[in-house]
Each structure stands twice: as C-alpha cells, then as structure tokens.
C-alpha cells in the first residue's frame, strides 16, 4: 500500500468514527421502525396520534419493571416475581385506597415500602443464604400470586378516587409538554457538546462541528416530534413522565456512580470484582431492594390506568420486562445492559402487543410471536459472545 492510500485509508476510518454508533442500538431501532412500518401498513390506525399516545401509555409498566430488571440481569441474577408483586402490591394499593379510603400518598408510600420491604426480603436470602436468585423469585412470584387472592378475596376492587386515577390517567398539559421537550433538547445539546470539546480538551480526534449541529437537529426532530404527535391527542401521558425521570435517574446511577460501575463488574467477573474488594452482597442486596421497588411502583401505575385491582394483574409481566432487557442488549450472562436499551425493548414488546391487538390476532399467535423475539434475542446475544472470543 502506497502513502496516499494508507492516508485514504486513514481518513476513511477518521470520517467514519464521526458517525460511530452501538450496533446493538442501531439494530434495536431499525428493528422498532421496521415493526412500525409492517403495522402502518397493514392497519391505518397505528400511526395515529391517539394510538401513539396509547401505545406509550401501554409500555409504560413494563419500562418501570425493564429499568429495576436491567440492574438484576447485569448483577448475574434474575427476578421472576416482579409481575406477581405488580398485581400484590397493586391490590394493596386498591385495598388501602378504596376500602380503608386512605389518601393517595400514604397509599403510594406504603405501596412502596412495601415493594422495598419484600426486595429487602428477596434480596437477603440471593446474597446472604446463598440461594439461587431463580428458586427465590420463582417462590416469591407463587407466594405474591396467592397472597393477593388470599388478602383481597380474589375480588375485584374499584372504583378508585379520582387522585390515584392521575397517576396511571393523566397527560401533562400541551404547555408543559414543549417546556419538557424543550429542556430535554436543551440537555441532549449540551451532552453532545460536552462531549466534543472534551475530546478536544485531552487532545483526541473529535468529529468537526457541522456534524455535531446534524446530530442535534436529528435530535430535536425526535424531541419536538414526539411533543407534537403526543399534543395531537391529550399531551404527554404522565406514567411516560415517569418513564423518562425514572429511565435518566437509573441511568445516572449506573454509569456515575461507584455503585452502578461496581454492579457491571459484579457481573462481568464476580471473582475479579471479589478480590478487588467489592462488597457484592450488599450490592446484590441493593440491586433486588431497587428492582422490588420499581415493581411497587409500576404496580402503582397499571391499578390507576385500570381504575381497579384485577387477580390477573401483572400476570406474565415478569417475561415482557425480561424479553425488553434482552432486546434491548442486556445479556443474560451479566455485566453488559442499558436502561435505555431496556426501555426501547420495552418499546418493541408494546409495539408488538399494540399491532397486533389492532389486527385482532388471536391470542395463542401473540404469545407465540413473542416468546420466538425472545429466543431470537438471547440467540443473538450468545451469537455475537461466542464470535467475539473467537
């Protein structure tokens, strides 16, 4: 190879780190935007405001559940009980607010007290009787199932008051929702021009400033637009709210501070994170009491948009909040996963439940198509281990 080629060569690859992106993310998008399409295709209505807002509306439990599993999964352990305490703890929320006629925020701080509580429960019996985290979730998720039909009388419970209706029910007003779209525009711009005068600052190769403002403005149409279809309809579904506080709260805690790098690594290599000093107990410990949690919570969410404490709530929520972690890029083998990988699976499952609802499948066809996007998915994860430590 003569010099000018190696130069070529040298730029090519320089013009093309500009643009480098994550290939599970990418693959993750494409396939989102090609499900959208197929179903825009085959049902007019899919693409419309009112069932975009309600398609957000609807992957918003499974996002809350998605977040706390990701933890789980990158600690090397799995919860199999979350969907079972969505419905428990969603029925003592109903319980306390309807028939005791508590206000809603004891109702929501006891709700998730009690999440806390049984995550500490869990936890303490994977990290510290060494019990695999499998047996005790699938225990849990046995124990919660019969405890929300033994303590509600596998009754229905409703009408809830019109306060803890909002919170699974209520969209942010028109306003609010460009102020928030606004701002969150104004931090993504911010990150992105951060992170190029960094590069700058430590002297490293940083893509040229044209294609920072291109990044931005793909950005803010993303923003913007989905600001604008969501007014279209009611405003911003508030459980999205939630989604996104919640989604860039954990997702600070898991890549700024010493916990969230010290779970990765309990994942990635328990051996190697032991001898480092890491207390991986306690930290296993915190990863169940936080994803116990967020079950409360999501329990929280789905018994307002229902208006009631169904004994089917949460029901197989536990495999949808899974299934969004693996397709959102978390392996199942530990360390390696995102919250917003996680929430973007979460995105897919909905958009899957969401189409095919639309297109009036039968039911047996929607587990069937589900459950084969979650082999394909772990298949794929182990695919692309095994070629990369070939």
């Known amino acids: 190879m003569n010099v000018e080629a190696a130069l070529g060569e040298k730029e090519r690859k320089r013009?093309?780190?500009?643009?480098?992106?994550d290939a599970k993310a990418y693959t993750m998008i494409g396939a989102l935007l090609s499900i959208w399409l197929l179903f825009s295709l085959m049902h007019e209505r899919f693409l419309t405001p009112t069932n975009l807002s309600n398609l957000f509306l609807q992957m918003s439990v499974t996002s809350i559940l998605a977040i706390g599993m990701v933890l789980v999964?990158?600690?090397?352990?799995?919860d199999l009980s979350v969907g079972s305490l969505v419905g428990l703890t969603g029925g003592i929320a109903a319980m306390l607010n309807v028939w005791y006629d508590w206000n809603t925020v004891p109702v929501i701080a006891a709700t998730v007290g009690i999440g806390a509580a049984i995550g500490?429960?869990?936890?303490?019996?994977?990290?510290?009787?060494?019990?695999?985290?499998?047996?005790?979730?699938?225990?849990?998720?046995?124990?919660?199932?019969?405890?929300?039909?033994?303590?509600?009388?596998?009754?229905?419970?409703?009408?809830?008051?019109?306060?803890?209706?909002?919170?699974?029910?209520?969209?942010?007003?028109?306003?609010?929702?460009?102020?928030f779209g606004i701002a969150a525009l104004i931090?993504?711009?911010?990150?992105?021009?951060?992170?190029?005068?960094?590069?700058?600052?430590?002297?490293?190769?940083?893509?040229?400033?044209?294609?920072?403002?291109?990044?931005?403005?793909?950005?803010?149409?993303?923003?913007?637009?989905?600001?604008?279809?969501?007014?279209?309809?009611?405003?911003i579904p508030v459980p999205f709210v939630m989604v996104i506080i919640l989604g860039l709260v954990f997702t600070f805690v898991a890549r700024n501070t010493t916990f969230g790098r010290q779970v990765y690594a309990i994942g990635g290599n328990p051996e190697a994170a032991r001898l480092s000093g890491i207390?991986?107990?306690?930290?296993?410990?915190?990863?169940?009491?936080?994803?116990?949690?967020?079950?409360?919570?999501?329990?929280?969410?789905l018994t307002a948009r229902l208006n009631a404490a169904t004994m089917s709530a949460g029901n197989m929520y536990e495999l949808d909040a899974i299934a969004a972690c693996v397709i959102g890029g978390t392996s199942l083998?530990?360390?390696?996963?995102t919250i917003?990988?996680?929430?973007?699976?979460?995105?897919?499952?909905?958009?899957?439940?969401?189409?095919?609802?639309?297109?009036?499948?039968?039911?047996?066809?929607?587990y069937i198509v589900k459950g084969a996007i979650l082999v394909l998915a772990v298949y794929v994860d182990i695919s692309s281990r095994k070629k990369k430590k070939a």
């Open 15 to 21: 013009v093309i780190s500009w643009f480098r992106f």
């Open 279 to 301: 207390n991986i107990k306690r930290r296993i410990l915190l990863v169940f009491v936080l994803c116990n949690t967020l079950a409360a919570i999501a329990g929280l969410v």
């Open 340 to 366: 917003a990988g996680a929430i973007i699976g979460a995105l897919v499952m909905a958009s899957l439940d969401n189409g095919m609802s639309l297109m009036n499948m039968e039911s047996f066809w929607q």
């Open 120 to 179: 500490f429960v869990q936890g303490w019996i994977v990290a510290y009787r060494a019990v695999p985290a499998f047996i005790v979730t699938l225990g849990g998720m046995l124990i919660f199932r019969g405890m929300l039909f033994g303590t509600t009388g596998s009754v229905t419970i409703a009408p809830l008051s019109n306060s803890f209706k909002s919170i699974g029910q209520a969209y942010a007003a028109d306003i609010i929702g460009w102020i």
């Open 73 to 78: 999964i990158v600690a090397g352990q799995i």
């Open 333 to 337: 083998m530990g360390g390696t996963g």
């Open 187 to 235: 931090i993504a711009a911010l990150l992105v021009l951060r992170k190029r005068s960094a590069r700058l600052r430590y002297g490293f190769d940083a893509e040229p400033l044209a294609v920072s403002v291109l990044r931005m403005a793909l950005i803010a149409v993303i923003i913007l637009g989905f600001v604008y279809v969501m007014n279209s309809y009611k405003g």
